[in-house]
């Protein structure tokens, strides 16, 4: 073949894949034309292999114009390509829309109780301060739960109708009555200093309505150590309400009665709806009662043998039930045992 | 206790409103419940409902709030002087009082009046009583009741009349008497109980009521006032057995001030002189051996400082102190600085005896709101929880990773529950811890099991429409042990499956079952790290005999999962079946294996074959992935079982088990002609042991 026939067997090719690639509508198409314009048996690669006929001055002007010519069609290809993806995709996108006002499927996951939350949370708060978690047994004896808190058999406090009692155990053997009774066994195992918190069900002779419930649960704390004081006590529960209810509270001390503290305190939380003024919400109190606290009673700490002159403590019990209606406007205590799972979806 | 301000005012002068009143009583230690205001316009009061903490019987009187108020107003009260106005007749004539049991009646006083007229009280006697709700019956019942609502101490008025003979007898209730007591309703004594008797049997219930045979009428001439001071255990004690409580018992049952007997018996005697026209005999019969020393407790200022975390000075301690009325004298050097004061203590305050008590007061006058807030020492200390408080916490977000929702029973059951289960006589879920005095029988017993609490849970939401539950609780169990005061608790994870999803655009309706049932314990256990556990057929009520299987790791069972069996599902009148399981916490901590080591991540491709054997019906799937596992041996990544099939064309008898098997080399690509080796040796194997066949 003459330079003149490659040349205008060059053109042809290039002329035919150029419009051959921009007929190709599909991916396909233009996978094939690819194969059949510039694959190993193409025209064109053909063209460059016979290029060797040429002699040796004709064959850098071929070459280059072969060369060229592939360029140009492997550009084509490119942009072609480049436009059906483009077009694929955009087809897909549109095929693939969604009504995305269809409910997503949703994992199918648990859900923790309402108060195991809020013992969580009360836990963390704690643990946050350097508290430990202990435990005690909820059938209880008496000497625990009454006797060794200073609450002596006939005491005004010790009031039997509150309390349950285990059957052919005589007095001995209850199911206790609040969590206070773990300060008794931690203390009687372990020295100080002691930072402790006790969370657990109680139990009251109760007929369940919506404020009494013959099981609730409780959260107890302690510290014992040689120079705690009644200011270490309300900072502890300063920063504890704080934490639970928000910073944007207040938390007062009002002087109580208990058996196993001295002094003792009553603790209680500005109305979150009134800032302490009074409303519908809180009975027109302005505060809600949310602890019982006080300094470790000297007996009680005789009690488990250590010396009231060396060692001072503080002590505070809080339910966990009253603390979530608060937090939640809950009414009715009965709803956390009754467990209707809209009750328990709800948190 | 009610409280009126009106009333209030008589003994100090109180300047301020009724609401600012109220706080600064609650923020020093009478919480006050309510306000109300009642009366007519120029005749307006206040009455305030307070809480009276037990140990402070002293408030329980107007006096005492007094006190309070101007301890804390910082005013003086005024107590009613008392004037004794007698006739010279000695009151040792009329009657004599033999004390027997000085224990329990540690002062005994009394006074006659005689020729008096029963009538009306005047109205500002009855005003004052009804505004704090205490009706009006005659003015000498109204005036001792007044009296007693004035100064905290109780008396009682006998129409001495009415009395036989003329000797009264402080002593305790001989078996089997009664009395009729002014309620009107007859009661059986017994010894344990004081009395007041005269010559035919008890007149009285010491310190908790009058008996209706001397009561004060419209006829009444001449009174036994009374003016006495009980052992409060003893009136606790009588006036619970009795089921009677009366506002004299609630005085005395907290500890009435025995200083306090004789002022309150004048008061009350010229007050009947004034308004019942009587004659007051001459003299007090008052059976009182010892005068109580007065107390006296030495506080260190030191103490009273490390306790509060103050830094008062003795002066400031001493005048906290003297508003409350309590004598302070200073033991220490003028200029001391931390000194030791004594401090008298007055007999009204029965409540105070030991040091704290009196740092108490002075926390308590000194304002709580005053002591600074501050942190314990930290001691380097840190909260942390235990592991296995850790594990507790971490099965119960598995639990509820798997799709369980938490739920929290009562802790007690009844009988019947376990009886509709079917619980064998000699399972440990029969054996119960009973409670002595049960609200009802529902709550009679400690609960044994988890299960019926959740069956309960599953009623609950059946009944509202809500039958697909996947539920669990984590809780105590009660066992009684011989030789053991206290029952074994044991904690529990159990958990219940039930009903069937709601249809779902592009998702299919499941029911629960017992697949799913063991799916979650296995998936928990799988996280725990458990591996060396396995699950054996069961069997044994409440479950379904074919559908029940044990946890064990060698002997140590950790629980079971099984069905609810269809019987018993019927007769709970449960619409679906329910899956359970129960898992025995403490034996899921003793498994949990040390923390793990890492093991390195093959970087080569995995070969996936599939393989379908048949084999008899019998034989158990288990046993097909036995047999596997042991002839594939290490290069056996992942075994899955994805088709049970019986029907033809397998032949009857026989069922086709379908599995997949993936394959990974640690340290090359597999080829191919390597796993089909081996999937040839584990059919060989399946063959021999288990007489399958393959399926094609």
Redesign the interface.
């Known amino acids: 073949m003459r330079a003149e026939d490659f040349l205008s067997a060059i053109k042809k090719i290039k002329a035919e894949a150029l419009a051959s690639i921009k007929d190709s509508g599909s991916p396909e198409e233009l996978a094939n034309m690819r194969h059949r314009f510039l694959g190993r048996k193409s025209e064109l690669t053909a063209i460059l292999r016979k290029l060797g006929e040429l002699s040796a001055d004709q064959r850098p002007g071929v070459g280059k114009e072969a060369n060229v010519a592939r360029e140009a069609v492997e550009e084509a290809f490119a942009k072609k390509q480049e436009g059906l993806d483009k077009g694929h995709l955009e087809k897909r996108l549109q095929e693939e829309a969604a009504d995305i006002t269809l409910p997503g499927r949703r994992p199918r996951v648990g859900r923790k109780h309402i108060l195991t939350r809020v013992v969580e949370e009360i836990i963390d708060i704690f643990l946050g301060l350097g508290f430990r978690i202990a435990e005690g047994p909820e059938v209880e004896l008496d000497y625990y739960n009454f006797e060794a808190l200073n609450i002596p058999k006939d005491h005004p406090a010790r009031s039997l109708q509150d309390t349950l009692y285990v059957a052919s155990n005589g007095d001995d053997v209850l199911l206790r009555t609040h969590t206070s009774p773990v300060q008794i066994r931690v203390m009687e195992e372990e020295q100080p200093p002691l930072h402790i918190i006790a969370p657990g069900k109680v139990y009251r002779r109760d007929v369940a309505d919506p404020t009494h419930s013959p099981m609730f649960h409780q959260v107890e704390g302690f510290a014992v150590d040689s120079d705690i004081s009644f200011g270490d006590l309300k900072g502890t529960l300063e920063c504890f309400v704080l934490n639970m209810f928000g910073e944007e509270r207040q938390v007062r001390f009002r002087p109580h009665y208990f058996a196993f503290t001295e002094p003792s305190a009553e603790v209680d939380v500005s109305c979150g709806h009134c800032d302490a003024r009074g409303c519908r919400a809180c009975g027109g109190k302005g505060w809600l009662e949310i602890l019982g606290a006080g300094m470790i009673d000297p007996n009680v700490l005789k009690e488990v043998g250590y010396d009231p002159e060396e060692h001072v403590g503080f002590a505070f019990g809080m339910g966990v039930e009253r603390i979530a209606m608060l937090k939640y406007g809950l009414k009715d205590l009965r709803l956390f045992f009754e467990n209707d799972l809209r009750f328990l979806e709800q948190f | 206790m009610l409280l009126s301000l009106d009333w209030l005012q008589e003994y100090v002068d109180v300047d301020i409103g009724a609401e600012e009143l109220a706080d600064k009583m609650?923020?020093?230690?009478t919480?006050v419940e309510s306000i109300q205001r009642i009366g007519t316009p120029g005749q307006e009061d206040v009455v305030l409902h307070l809480e009276i903490?037990?140990?402070?019987p002293d408030c329980m009187g107007v006096i005492g709030m007094a006190r309070e108020t101007g301890a804390f107003l910082q005013k003086k009260i005024k107590k009613p002087m008392v004037r004794s106005r007698e006739i010279n007749v000695p009151v040792s004539q009329s009657v004599k009082v033999k004390v027997a049991d000085r224990e329990l009646c540690p002062r005994y006083a009394a006074r006659v009046l005689r020729n008096i007229k029963v009538s009306e009280s005047p109205d500002w006697m009855k005003k004052r009583l009804e505004a704090i709700g205490v009706r009006s019956v005659n003015n000498v019942v109204d005036i001792t009741n007044y009296v007693m609502l004035e100064s905290g101490q109780p008396l009682h008025a006998f129409d001495m009349d009415r009395l036989v003979g003329d000797a009264i007898e402080v002593r305790r209730a001989a078996p089997e008497e009664k009395i009729i007591a002014i309620d009107g309703i007859e009661r059986a004594l017994n010894s344990e109980m004081l009395v007041i008797a005269d010559g035919q049997g008890p007149v009285a219930i010491a310190g908790v009521m009058g008996g209706a045979n001397s009561e004060v009428s419209g006829e009444t001439k001449t009174i036994l006032l009374e003016s006495a001071n009980f052992d409060?255990?003893s009136v606790?004690?009588t006036s619970?057995q009795l089921g009677l409580i009366s506002e004299s018992s609630l005085r005395f049952?907290?500890g009435v001030d025995i200083g306090g007997t004789l002022w309150a018996l004048d008061r009350a005697a010229e007050l009947v002189r004034e308004l019942a026209s009587g004659e007051v005999l001459k003299g007090h019969i008052d059976v009182f051996q010892e005068p109580p020393k007065q107390r006296q407790i030495l506080l260190r200022s030191a103490r009273v400082n490390?306790?509060?975390?103050?830094e008062l000075t003795g002066e400031e301690i001493g005048d906290v102190l003297g508003r409350l009325g309590l004598g302070v004298s200073l033991q220490s050097p003028a200029q001391a600085s931390n000194p030791e004061l004594m401090i008298q203590i007055p007999s009204f305050r029965v409540d105070l005896e030991?040091e704290?008590?009196v740092?108490?007061e002075v926390?308590?006058l000194y304002g709580?709101?005053r002591?600074?807030?501050?942190?314990?020492?930290?001691?380097q200390?840190?909260?942390?929880?235990?592991r296995r408080?850790k594990s507790e916490?971490m099965i119960?977000e598995l639990?509820?990773?798997?799709?369980?929702?938490?739920?929290?029973?009562?802790?007690?059951l009844d009988d019947s529950e376990l009886d509709s289960l079917g619980y064998a006589k000699d399972s440990p879920e029969k054996r119960l811890?009973?409670?002595?005095?049960?609200?009802?029988s529902e709550?009679s017993k400690?609960r044994s099991s988890l299960i019926p609490g959740l069956i309960r849970?599953i009623n609950?939401?059946v009944a509202?429409s809500?039958s697909e539950?996947?539920?669990?609780e984590m809780?105590?169990v009660?066992h009684p042990e011989r030789g053991r005061?206290?029952?074994i608790?044991r904690l529990v994870a159990a958990g219940a499956l039930t009903g069937r999803?709601e249809r779902?655009?592009?998702?299919q309706e499941e029911s629960w079952d017992f697949f799913d049932a063991k799916g979650v314990v296995e998936f928990l256990l799988g996280r725990l790290g458990i591996e060396s556990a396995s699950f054996e057929r069961s069997q044994g009520l409440p479950y379904h005999e074919g559908r029940c299987a044990r946890v064990v790791i060698g002997e140590k069972i950790l629980g079971r999962v099984g069905e609810l069996h269809p019987e018993v599902q019927s007769k709970m009148e449960l619409p679906n079946r329910v899956a359970l399981f129960e898992l025995d916490i403490d034996a899921l901590i003793e498994a949990l294996p040390p923390t793990g080591s890492f093991a390195e991540l093959s970087r080569y491709p995995t070969v996936s074959v599939d393989l379908a054997v048949v084999v008899d019906e019998d034989v158990a799937s288990g046993k097909v992935e036995e047999v596997i596992r042991g002839q594939a041996g290490d290069l056996l990544e992942r075994l899955v079982i994805f088709d049970l099939y019986t029907g033809a064309p397998v032949p009857k008898g026989r069922k086709s088990l379908a599995y997949s098997l993936t394959f990974r080399a640690p340290d090359r690509t597999l080829d191919w002609a390597e796993v089909e080796t081996v999937r040839d040796e584990i059919v060989r194997e399946l063959e021999s042991k288990l007489q399958a066949g393959l399926r094609i």
């Open positions: 609650s923020l020093t230690g919480e903490t037990p140990n402070r409060p255990t606790l004690k619970r049952e907290r490390k306790i509060l975390g103050t030991r704290i008590d740092i108490e926390a308590r709580y709101d002591i600074e807030a501050t942190l314990p020492a930290s001691r200390r840190q909260g942390l929880l235990t408080q916490g119960k639990l509820i990773a798997a799709g369980l929702w938490e739920t929290i029973n009562f802790s007690f811890v009973e409670l002595r005095n049960p609200i009802t709550q400690m849970t609950v939401n509202r809500l539950l996947r539920i669990f809780g105590r009660f005061t206290l029952p608790e999803t779902g655009l592009g998702r």
